[in-house]
C-alpha cells in the first residue's frame, strides 16, 4: 500500500514547491524517496512473474527523479508532487510498450502501452495493426481486457482521417489514427492504502501484457 506519510508529503510539497522548503525538509524527502524505491521493487517484482521482457530492469529506473525539466515550461515549479513508476525494457534506441503507474494526490491511475512513438516507430505499429488487426481484436474484445479498459484511448493527437499510406476505408482505422497506443484505468483514492493495493495494480498490468507483446511484435521487423 501507499504510505499516508508519502502522501502527505507530496501535498505538503504541491503547496510549497520550492527550492528553500524542499532543502529544509530533506528528513522527509529521504523517507519518501525510500518508500518510492521500495515500492518500485515490489511492482516490479510482480510484474516481473509474468513478463519475462522485464528480467533485466532494475526498481532504480522504474522510478523518475523529483526534478522537474523547466527549460521549456511556463510552470517553473522545481519538483513533481506525483509519484511515477514505468516499467519497461525500452531505452533510448530501442521503444517498447510498458506498463505506468501515477500515484498523485489529485488524481492516480494505471496504464500500458506506447505513448507518442517517433514518426518511424509509429509506422511500424500501425503496419502490425493493419496487417494482423484480427490479432489486436481478439486482445481488445477478451472480457477481462474490455472489463477494465474497454478500448485504446483516443486523444487530442488522434488524426480525423486515414494516415498516409493507409486505407480510408480499412476496418482498423480507428485504431490506425492513434498516435499513441494506451489503455488507462483510474484509481480511487481510497484504494492507495488497501493492502492489496500493489496486487491490485500487477493484476490490471498482467491484463495489459496481451497488448504490449501485440505492440512490441512491431520492432522486431527489420528496417
Known amino acids: 500500500m501507499i504510505q499516508q506519510e508519502a502522501i502527505a508529503f507530496l501535498k505538503d510539497l504541491a503547496e510549497n514547491n520550492n527550492r528553500d522548503w524542499f532543502q529544509s525538509k530533506q528528513d522527509s524527502y529521504q523517507k519518501y524517496r525510500k518508500h518510492y524505491l521500495e515500492l518500485a521493487q515490489e511492482l516490479l517484482s510482480g510484474v516481473q512473474e509474468f513478463d519475462l521482457g522485464m528480467a533485466d530492469v532494475e526498481a532504480k529506473k522504474v522510478v523518475f527523479r523529483i526534478n ?43 496504464a500500458g502501452g506506447i505513448y507518442m512513438p517517433e514518426a518511424k516507430d509509429l509506422k511500424k505499429i500501425r503496419t502490425e495493426i493493419a496487417f494482423f488487426y484480427d490479432d489486436l481484436q481478439e486482445i481488445l474484445s477478451e472480457k477481462k481486457f474490455k472489463t477494465a479498459f474497454d478500448d485504446l484511448q483516443r486523444d487530442e493527437h488522434t ?65
Open 68 to 110: 522537474r525539466d523547466i527549460r521549456f515550461s511556463k510552470d517553473k515549479s522545481p519538483y513533481k508532487t506525483h509519484m511515477g513508476f514505468w516499467i519497461s525494457p525500452a531505452h533510448a534506441n530501442n521503444p517498447k510498450a510498458g506498463y505506468y503507474l501515477h500515484v498523485d494526490p489529485k488524481g492516480s491511475f494505471l
Open 159 to 223: 488524426l480525423k482521417t486515414a494516415p498516409k499510406d493507409f486505407e480510408k476505408d480499412h476496418p482498423a482505422i480507428k485504431h490506425l489514427q492513434l498516435k499513441s497506443f494506451i489503455v488507462q484505468r483510474d484509481i480511487p483514492f481510497d484504494d492507495l492504502f488497501k493492502s492489496n493495493f500493489i496486487s491490485d495494480v500487477v493484476a490490471n498490468f498482467k491484463i495489459i501484457k496481451p497488448l504490449n507483446d501485440f505492440l512490441n511484435r512491431a520492432f522486431d521487423v527489420a528496417d
